[in-house]
T-cell receptor, first 111, second 113 residues
């Protein structure tokens, strides 16, 4: 079945560093969404991408929809403590297709 | 403007029992999706309701059923509960069928003993 492969599974970084994570699949998708989830809460939408090649920013966050439509990446610049959490990529092909979550990238910031 | 709300917050049930979880979508949204999130895992898509009908379904057995009301709110029902059904159940609302910008509620934590 369709799967989204997120990497890395976890990251340990220093405050102020830039972060890069990605999501790949063997299937072609029409939409990529990036979410962040804090412990005990529901995921929060960060960025939505709808066109191949699209590059979108939201503050310190930047995400791109891969040209092949099989991948997407999320970058966080100048990380701060509140960036700690789990980042999920989410995708789907069309109105009639189920929605798929990646397994998540866990971001830790070292003191 | 209220976001997505879910009730109850926590629930403890016994194996074999039935449970109903409730979700009210964000104002202006007409679509509700349900997800199951086991501890340490990503959310798994259960199904999506649009125009009071189930439109897409993930790999979940028929014990999982749902309903959408004319005011767009939704219920998730799980029959014959198993220990493995213990999880955080998330509801997300969006505008229109399919994958769109989904806004999640805080979830209902279900524990089956």
């Amino acid at each position: 079945g369709q799967q989204l492969n997120q990497s890395p599974q976890s990251m340990f970084i220093q405050e102020g560093e830039d972060v890069s994570m990605n999501c790949t699949s063997s299937s072609i998708f029409n939409t990529w969404l990036w979410y962040k989830q804090d412990p005990g809460e529901g995921p929060v939408l960060l960025i939505a991408l709808y066109k191949a090649g699209e590059l979108t920013s939201n503050g310190r966050l930047t995400a791109q929809f891969g040209i092949t439509r099989k991948d997407s990446f999320l970058n966080i610049s100048a990380s701060i403590p509140s960036d700690v959490g789990i980042y999920f990529c989410v995708s789907g092909r069309n109105r009639d297709d189920k929605i798929i979550f990646g397994k998540g990238t866990r971001l830790h910031i070292l003191p | 403007d209220a976001g997505v709300t879910q009730s109850p917050t926590h629930l403890i049930k016994t194996r074999g029992q039935q449970v109903t979880l409730r979700c009210s979508p964000k104002s202006g949204h007409d679509t509700v999706s349900w997800y199951q999130q086991a501890l340490g895992q990503g959310p798994q898509f259960i199904f999506q309701y649009y125009e009071e009908e189930e439109r897409q379904r993930g790999n979940f057995p028929d014990r999982f059923s749902g309903h959408q009301f004319p005011n767009y709110s939704s219920e998730l029902n799980v029959n014959a509960l198993l220990l493995g059904d213990s999880a955080l159940y998330l509801c997300a609302s969006s505008s229109g069928q399919g994958i769109g910008e989904q806004y999640f509620g805080p979830g209902t934590r279900l524990t089956v003993t």
